[in-house]
Each structure stands twice: as C-alpha cells, then as structure tokens.
C-alpha cells in the first residue's frame, strides 16, 4: 500500500522560493503520473501542476505558470514542486496525489492516493 508524505512548506515573504517534496513509500511511483493540488482556506481544492510517468511532460495551472516547477526523481520515488515568486494568493495546504494513469491529468477524480499536505504560507 503506497503513502505519499510531503514536506517543505513553511512560511516565505512574498517573492520567496519554496522546494516541496513528496515522497512514496510502499510502492514505486514509475509507472503513474503525479500531480500537486492545494486547498486554500475556505477554498475548494485546486489543481496546480502535474507529470506525466516518465517526466517528459508537464503541466500547469495558469496562475503558477512560469513560477512552479514540477519533477521527479523516480530513484528516489520522490516528486518535488519548486514554487518561486510566490505570491500571498499562494497560501494552501499543498497535496501530492498519484495519478492511476500513466498520463498527465488536471483532474482530482483521476488520482487515487493522497499526501495529506504542507501548509504554504506567504506573507505580503
């Protein structure tokens, strides 16, 4: 039974970087995409970003387009999210999820295993 654990968040002043990682236990992570989805208070879950099961392709949510960076190691069965410029809008629990596809999805109903997230806080 694979477990996704994050960690890396914290809390960073506006312009700031963040390197959150998450890592499987119990199960490889190779043959899955994976994707980062985050929950702001009061807010609905929201996709960020995603890779599909080898790394050659990503992508992401127009509002951290150009800012976050998705990847993976699959040595270390890890998959890291590096935010920069982050942005007070940025503050969220961030999760990671496995996706039940090889392919990359934006879609929460398309993953099957959780993290249970880091908070993200950024302050102005």
């Known amino acids: 039974q694979v477990r996704l654990q994050e960690s890396g968040g914290g809390l960073v002043q506006a312009g700031g970087s963040l390197r959150l990682s998450c890592a499987a236990s119990g199960d490889t992570l190779k043959w899955h995409a994976m994707g980062w989805f985050r929950q702001g208070a009061g807010k609905e879950r929201e996709f960020v970003a995603t890779?599909?099961?080898?790394?050659?392709?990503?992508a992401y949510a127009d509002s951290v387009k150009g800012r976050f960076t998705i990847s993976r190691d699959d040595a270390r069965n890890t998959v890291y999210l590096l935010m920069n410029n982050l942005e007070p809008d940025d503050t969220a629990v961030y999760s990671c999820?496995?996706?039940?596809?090889?392919?990359?999805?934006?879609?929460?109903?398309?993953?099957?295993?959780w993290g249970q997230g880091t908070q993200v806080t950024v302050s102005s």
């Open positions: 999820a496995r996706g039940v596809r090889l392919g990359m999805s934006v879609i929460q109903e398309e993953y099957d295993v």
């Open positions: 890779i599909n099961w080898n790394g050659g392709s990503t």
